[in-house]
């Protein structure tokens, strides 16, 4: 195989990790969000439903950001190099938040009275708030080109991911997270025989998808205007993919609205897919826009083939072993799947 | 990032151990019903829930320090010896997904398919182990790459992998995770015995424990003195500051103790073993033992913290080894699991010696490599970030360590307490 075939395999294949992190992880995320904010008179039982949903499976999911960042540092180490100078402050942050929301999450099933399961699920909901949003701050960051300057001056350490697009980037990141969760939640709720919960998170759903919508509308335009290169690329080669994002959020809405769960589901997943591909093929061949490609920061060729061998090995053993994780937890319940 | 490894260890540690722990008392369940021993993997396995998810987390900012902190090394480095963390990346893969089959799983899955769990569990965490030791191992001893002028070709990565520090270090530091996890079980049970509170579910923790880290503890010594005899081929100035040895001389002296004086180039107060060093390293009572004063000046590391903690770490290895043989001994001769109180107290201590001997070994490791990153490659100097504030996120993040750790102990305790009080199962709510 020539090296650019190999480079961009092994890119395809950490695309693939991001976008399974986004839909699996990031619902994981959205459940301490809806956590957080559980209303109403089934408050309790809102966030009994995300442990169990969340319990079994949270950790497996978290794994693929480290295959990400391992991978990413074994295949693209200048890119790697280049990201952690440059996001140093917002990754430190993201580190705090994700330690938050693991550790209280498990701390808080051992808890002991409620002024400790409270103080512990504050800790979950914030975490999981502020990682999904600075994810999606950094995503931004990267997207605009601004990624690349090592920050050593306090104002560079902040500027890459607090433009206004980085901003609206991580908020759009956390209500997609918040709305793939309530979707998922209105799958499994209602197979286990709790409709009143299912509505719940179908109110929650339907706010989530809204607020989706709006960002994205805030953040198109301000792309065109911040980051002329990746809009072109979203309005040009990415333009059909842009456009299918657009018709699978309608899609997921009018389906939650007629109650069609499952369809929800399928769709606003799918959606995620999309605006993760746009992006992608809007960049491409940047790897960090706008100095580094992913064949300029790509380890040499042995390297590249031995990491493919690894992968394809590696998923002999990880993807039965997810199947019979999900078959336990997710498939029992013919519904669920 | 020292911070955060030395926090991650003690947790990594439990990660590799405990699961084997699991396999055998589930196992010994399975075989004759006896309920004390699925009371002890039920209990085990909720302790194993949170110390798996406090090490999960502190891995990943691992991951991301990795590049953070060192981005000069990374750079270097990523292309060279990523590929272990990548196969890592697959080890956590299958453990967190076990590890939620197993907590998850107890009513789910039938009980044999559960106690199948724990084999995919203690593969993997010895796999991930294996794996992470290696790329450490290869900045003792790099290989696997040629330099060209200051650029990085001709990649091997298998080669690295298999550098020739990795066969003795990844042994020594698996070995120590089953010592440190039996006698850290042990010392539970034994804390829980001196407080009277007997009974047949504590013996047997106790003997569990005990077992898995007697077996352990001849092996580590012996593992060790390899690996010292290894260090003294590499890493002549890392053997210099672990001994405490300033000049060169044949027939050195074996140090235990003492306190290497950098103003007098002695080390002061030690007890000396006439020609110990020489034959210990070398097999041969003559040998010529370097010295730090034959190095360049500014390419060796600090004695002082290397020699104190290499100490430490083998004292302790023996201290363990006499517990382990009075134990057993006892044991022979009562044909039943003793309760004396100094024994029981001494393997009450032996739980946290054990964690200090692995910190203490990992010290010897890294600042015995100092000043080097990668050894006789990089110097640390050049691979660290340029970001400035970068005490402030070092005092953040050792506060952070702090709140987890404390928090961490307590539930860990208020679970040891649910043990206590109420031998019968408690109501099972949430695993
Ligand atoms: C329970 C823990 C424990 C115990 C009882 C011992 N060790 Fe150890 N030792 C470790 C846990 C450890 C470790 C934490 O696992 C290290 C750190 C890095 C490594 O490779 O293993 C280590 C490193 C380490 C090194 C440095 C290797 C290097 O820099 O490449 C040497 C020379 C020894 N050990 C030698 C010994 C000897 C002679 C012991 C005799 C009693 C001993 N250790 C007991
Ligand atoms: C693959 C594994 C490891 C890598 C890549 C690694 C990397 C590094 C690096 C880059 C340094 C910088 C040197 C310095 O601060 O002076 C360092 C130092 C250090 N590491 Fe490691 N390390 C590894 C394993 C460990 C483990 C498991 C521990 C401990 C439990 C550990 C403990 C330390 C300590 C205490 C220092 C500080 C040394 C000093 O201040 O001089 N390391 N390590
Ligand atoms: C530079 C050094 C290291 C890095 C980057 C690192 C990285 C990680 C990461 C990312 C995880 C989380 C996996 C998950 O989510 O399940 C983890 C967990 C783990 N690490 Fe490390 N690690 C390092 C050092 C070590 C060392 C020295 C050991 C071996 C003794 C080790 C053994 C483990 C184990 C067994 C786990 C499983 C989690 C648990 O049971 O607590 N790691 N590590």
């Given at each position: 195989m020539s090296a650019a075939v190999l480079d961009y395999s092994v890119a395809a294949i950490l695309w693939v990790a991001i976008v399974v992190y986004a839909v699996l992880a990031g619902a994981d995320f959205g459940g301490g969000v809806w956590d957080l904010f559980?209303?109403?008179?089934r408050a309790q039982q809102q966030r009994a439903a995300v442990s169990r949903a969340m319990g079994p499976v949270w950790e497996a999911n978290h794994v693929w950001l480290i295959f990400l960042i391992t991978g990413l540092f074994t295949a693209f180490p200048a890119g790697f190099k280049a990201l952690s100078l440059g996001l140093f402050v917002p990754f430190s942050l993201v580190l705090a938040g994700i330690i938050l929301r693991g550790a209280a999450f498990a701390f808080r099933a051992h808890a002991s009275g409620g002024r400790a399961r409270q103080r512990f699920g504050l800790a979950f909901g914030v975490g999981s708030i502020i990682t999904p949003f600075l994810l999606g701050a950094c995503v931004g960051a990267v997207a605009t080109g601004q990624a690349i300057q090592p920050a050593q001056t306090t104002e560079q350490l902040l500027l890459p991911w607090t433009t206004p697009f980085s901003l609206v980037c991580g908020a759009l990141a956390l209500a997609i997270c918040a709305g793939l969760a309530a979707v998922y939640l209105t799958v499994e709720t209602r197979s286990s025989g709790l409709p009143e919960l299912a509505e719940d998170f179908r109110v929650r759903a339907l706010a989530a998808g809204a607020a989706t919508l709006v960002l994205a509308a805030v953040a198109l335009p301000l792309a065109s205007s911040t980051a002329p290169a990746l809009w072109r690329g979203l309005i040009g080669r990415a333009a059909p993919v842009t456009a299918l994002a657009a018709v699978l959020a309608v899609f997921a809405a009018l389906s939650m609205l007629r109650r069609r769960f499952r369809a929800a589901r399928a769709a606003a997943a799918g959606q995620v897919v999309c605006i993760l591909l746009a992006w992608a093929l809007a960049q491409v061949p940047q790897l960090v826009p706008p100095a580094l490609t992913i064949e300029g920061s790509a380890s040499p060729p042995e390297v590249m083939a031995s990491l493919l061998v690894t992968y394809g090995v590696g998923a002999a053993v990880l993807l039965p072993s997810l199947g019979l994780l999900f078959y336990v937890f997710k498939g029992r319940n013919p519904a669920v799947l | 990032m020292g911070v955060s490894l030395g926090f991650h260890i003690v947790f990594a540690s439990i990660g590799v151990g405990l699961p084997l722990l699991l396999l055998i008392v589930e196992g010994l369940w399975l075989r004759n019903r006896d309920p004390d021993w699925k009371l002890l993997a039920r209990r085990w396995s909720k302790a194993f829930g949170i110390l798996f998810a406090v090490g999960a987390v502190s891995g990943t900012v691992l991951s991301f320090e990795l590049g953070l902190l060192w981005p000069g090394f990374m750079g270097y480095a990523g292309g060279i010896i990523g590929l272990p963390f990548s196969m890592e990346g697959f080890a956590f893969f299958v453990e967190a997904i076990f590890v939620g089959l197993y907590l998850y799983g107890w009513e789910l899955l039938s009980p044999l398919a559960h106690w199948l769990c724990t084999i995919p569990l203690v593969i993997s965490g010895a796999a991930s182990a294996w794996f992470v030791v290696t790329a450490n191992a290869w900045m003792n001893s790099p290989t696997g790459f040629r330099l060209d002028h200051g650029r990085v070709t001709d990649v091997h990565p298998l080669e690295a992998i298999f550098n020739p520090g990795t066969p003795i270090e990844t042994t020594h530091v698996m070995i120590s995770a089953y010592l440190v996890t039996g006698f850290a079980v042990a010392a539970i049970y034994a804390v829980g015995i001196l407080r009277r509170r007997g009974g047949t579910v504590y013996r047997k923790g106790l003997l569990v424990g005990m077992l898995l880290g007697s077996i352990c503890a001849p092996l580590q010594v012996i593992t060790g003195d390899m690996n010292a005899r290894w260090v003294a081929d590499h890493q002549p100035a890392k053997l210099a500051a672990m001994e405490g040895q300033f000049r060169t001389e044949s027939g050195a002296p074996l140090r235990i103790g003492g306190w290497p004086n950098l103003a007098s180039r002695n080390t002061d107060f030690a007890i000396e073993i006439p020609a110990g060093l020489s034959f210990l390293a070398?097999?041969?009572?003559?040998a010529v033992v370097k010295g730090?004063?034959?190095?360049?000046?500014?390419?060796?590391?600090?004695?002082r913290p290397v020699h104190l903690a290499f100490d430490v770490m083998v004292g302790i290895g023996f201290l363990l080894l006499g517990l382990a043989a009075w134990f057993f001994w006892l044991l022979w001769r009562r044909r039943r699991v003793p309760e004396w109180p100094l024994l029981l107290r001494a393997t009450a201590a032996a739980g946290v010696l054990g964690f200090v001997a692995v910190e203490a070994g990992w010290m010897v490791t890294e600042i015995g490599r100092q000043p080097w990153i990668i050894y006789g490659v990089v110097r640390t100097a050049a691979a660290?970030?340029?970001?400035?504030g970068l005490l402030w996120s070092f005092w953040i993040s050792t506060a952070i360590y702090v709140a987890l750790g404390t928090t961490c102990a307590a539930l860990l305790l208020r679970l040891a307490g649910a043990t206590r009080s109420g031998l019968a199962e408690a109501p099972e709510t949430e695993p």
């Open positions: 559980a209303r109403g008179p | 070398y097999g041969n009572f003559n730090l004063d034959s190095f360049n000046p500014g390419s060796t590391p600090d004695p660290i970030t340029p970001a400035p």
